[in-house]
């Protein structure tokens, strides 16, 4: 008789489901974070300047997001065990039937390809609405078309043995993540585009690093305000030189540090309910 203990199968289950769901989370982070640069490309392209005028790059960049990944860490740990939990009440209320369902599509490589395919064909989505303006009907044709088209034999090819199904897996969290990324990209792109017309951003640009950072700009030399004493958004610095968004005349423009003063700094602030930018550029047209 042999000592080696038994496994309940119950057990193999939370803990393959638990495996699984780790392959794919990886993957998805990773290209996730890859694409993220991009969006801040986008981001400060909206202000007529590129992240590194900015003094942004990726060590800058990683730096400013450490508190936004800890902060969702925090949050998908508690969610990942509570869907967990849920997955696990239904099947024991159906009996099983669910863990059926679920191996009975996995015993069936053209399902498991098929929803594989139309899966990454919609991760597509984010990509063609950054280049055009389609509707939901365009796109789902072209995310049915392109999976149908571009992933459904591949991925059924891949599942004849384990390491094509791991890859299977790598590369579907991968576009997974490009997708989300893309989204990602137009929601920062619509944030910076609210920033300059309302000078308020939103909590999601805060999350992916950007500072929404004020300050009275005065003269180095006697001290004096500098444009009227109007509030002046600091983008950034590099290379010794200030970046400032002007609200009110709806311009970005540089200043030397060495000539520049910031006082009366102030981050988020509030505006009124109706506040908009571009006052003075109104007056000029």
Not at 17 to 30: C, D
Not at 36 to 62: H, K
Not at 102 to 119: E, M, Y
Request: hydrophobic share 45%; net charge negative; proline share 4%.
């Amino acid at each position: 008789m042999s000592d080696t203990p038994v496994e309940p199968e119950n057990e193999g289950q939370i803990l393959g489901l638990l495996e699984r769901i780790g392959s794919v989370i990886v993957p998805v982070g990773v290209a996730l974070y890859a694409v993220l640069y991009t969006g801040i490309e986008q981001m400060y392209g909206v202000f007529g300047i590129n992240p590194q005028q900015a003094g942004i790059d990726q060590s800058v960049l990683l730096g400013r997001l450490m508190g936004t990944l800890v902060f969702l860490l925090l949050v998908a740990i508690p969610t990942l065990g509570f869907l967990l939990g849920f997955v696990w009440l239904i099947d024991k209320l159906t009996l099983g039937t669910l863990a059926r369902l679920v191996g009975g599509i996995r015993q069936r490589p053209w399902i498991t390809a098929l929803i594989a395919a139309l899966w990454c064909g919609a991760t597509y989505w984010g990509v063609f609405n950054l280049v055009g303006d389609l509707d939901i009907a365009v796109m789902v044709v072209i995310a049915v078309g392109l999976g149908v088209l571009s992933f459904l034999v591949p991925f059924r090819l891949l599942r004849r043995k384990p390491v094509g199904r791991a890859g299977t897996k790598i590369l579907a969290g991968g576009l997974t993540g490009v997708g989300l990324g893309f989204l990602l990209i137009l929601a920062m792109i619509e944030g910076a585009v609210e920033v300059q017309e309302t000078g308020q951003a939103n909590d999601l640009l805060s999350y992916v690093g950007f500072q929404d950072q004020w300050a009275v700009v005065k003269s180095a030399d006697n001290d004096k305000p500098l444009y009227d004493g109007r509030w002046m958004m600091l983008l950034g610095e590099s290379d010794g030189t200030y970046i400032f968004y002007d609200c009110d005349k709806l311009e970005t423009f540089r200043r030397p540090m060495e000539t520049t003063n910031l006082a009366t700094i102030e981050l988020d602030p509030e505006r009124e309910q109706d506040f908009t930018c571009g006052e003075l550029a109104k007056g000029k047209s």
